[in-house]
């Protein structure tokens, strides 16, 4: 086996025993999020996911990608601007082991961030489901939060649409005080 057959082999060897799906890392926009979320409806189809299980796992797709897209902390600049439309940096990837999905994602984020995030999370896993419910009710009705770049439903729907209390993490602070913020929802 050549040196590229070789990579590509133990790359598939290394995705299948990890069952996973879908994986992209780099630069997300919402063009690039549309075009994902077609190949995320594809992969479930593929996959048996029955409508219901699609519908959560596409939903909570699209909000952790808009997470990424909206709070990731490194931003793709070209020749020290800015590129237009923003992408943000992160990676998301799907998992299916016995039947049950599992939504992965990740992006830098600074240490302002962190601390906004941890709180929101640290509630949300407190929460039974009818909670969870009434609080994304309450919150259709009411005011986006100021420090929020959507409707301030992206946790809620997440959370509304998993089987289990939403996991998550921060790696600890590099030298400039950002840290890597990991997410998992379990479909």
């Not at 596409?58 to 590129?83: C, P, R, W």
């Not at 289990?164 to 950002?178: I, K, M, W």
Request: proline share 4%; charged share 25%; glycine share 6%.
């Amino acid at each position: 086996m050549s040196g590229i057959q070789q990579q590509w082999a133990e790359f598939h060897s290394y995705v299948e025993r990890r069952d996973v799906i879908f994986y992209y890392v780099g630069y997300f926009s919402q063009t690039i999020i549309a075009a994902m979320a077609d190949a995320v409806k594809l992969r479930a189809e593929h996959t048996g996911a029955v409508g219901q299980t699609r519908r959560k796992l596409f939903s909570s797709f699209i909000e952790m990608a808009q997470n990424i897209v909206h709070y990731s902390s490194d931003l793709h600049a070209k020749e020290g601007q800015a590129t237009e439309p923003s992408m943000r940096r992160g990676a998301v990837f799907i998992s299916l082991t016995d039947g049950v999905y599992y939504l992965h994602c990740a992006n830098p984020v600074d240490g302002e961030m962190a601390g906004k995030l941890r709180p929101k999370l640290e509630h949300l896993r407190s929460l039974t489901i009818d909670e969870i419910k009434a609080e994304y009710k309450e919150m259709l009705r009411a005011e986006t939060p100021p420090d929020s770049k959507g409707a301030g439903l992206g946790f809620l729907t997440v959370a509304r649409d998993a089987s289990a209390p939403l996991d998550f993490e921060f790696s600890a602070p590099d030298a400039d005080g950002a840290s890597t913020f990991y997410l998992r929802a379990t479909i």
